[in-house]
């Protein structure tokens, strides 16, 4: 399938199977391309958008890059809401609490890759584009499916700061504490005409109206 700006449209209506509740929507990506994402009421993801970059994680993490298929012919645009079962899978690695229905706290969208948190506070998951370091990957991979990034993580031995929300910009991946104070960046996060900065403020605003920060 070609890549190019002219094969992704850019105005269209997404669709949520009528059986899905949503309760938190996301959007992002850059200015040819661009992805969303909503958690449901029973905790699950579902992704929809621009999939060429791999953003929105629709491989097993065994497959690697090239075990990617696309899923369902090879398709890089959905219009329709899809259940992403990969990020689940990875996730449940990481849980301690059996008792842990809802394994994912928080959601980030950049330009074209995509992080989500674990409801443990400590693990992220990051996938798509990684060529510029923003999947918190020491391999930067040219496109992953859904893994845990180490450097965007937290240690359970060594880090005592819980991460209480993930935010995307761009080339760019940060994760943030309970005040929303940075903790870890990945990435091309220059602050050029203040896209970190602007980032962070509109994550901190999104962050305290979804009950992910402390209210000032």
């Given amino acids: 399938s070609s890549s190019s700006s002219s094969s992704i449209p850019h105005s269209v209506t997404l669709f949520l199977p009528p059986n899905v509740k949503a309760v938190r929507g996301y959007v992002g990506g850059l200015s040819d391309s661009g992805h969303s994402a909503i958690l449901d009421s029973s905790g699950n993801l ?59 706290r928080d959601v980030a969208l950049g330009g074209d890759h995509t992080l989500v948190l674990s409801s443990n506070q400590k693990d992220v998951i990051s996938f798509g584009k990684g060529g510029e370091g923003q999947l918190g990957l020491s391999s930067k991979p040219f496109v992953s499916a859904p893994v845990r990034s180490n450097q965007l993580s937290s240690s359970s031995n060594n880090e005592k700061t819980k991460i209480s929300m993930v935010c995307a910009v761009q080339h760019c991946s940060m994760t943030l504490d309970e005040n929303g104070q940075l903790l870890k960046k990945a990435g091309k996060c220059y602050n050029k005409q203040n896209m970190v900065t602007d980032a962070i403020k509109a994550c901190i605003k999104r962050g305290t109206k979804d009950g992910l920060l402390n209210k000032e």
């Avoid at 990969?86 to 842990?100: A, G, H, I």
């Fill in 46 to 104: 579902w992704v929809a958008g621009c999939d060429r970059w791999q953003q929105l994680g629709l491989g097993s993490s065994q497959g690697g890059a090239s075990g990617y298929t696309w899923g369902d012919g090879g398709k890089i645009w959905r219009t329709e809401f899809t259940l992403n079962p990969y990020v689940n899978e990875v996730l449940l690695k990481f849980q301690t609490k059996k008792q842990d229905q809802h394994i994912i």
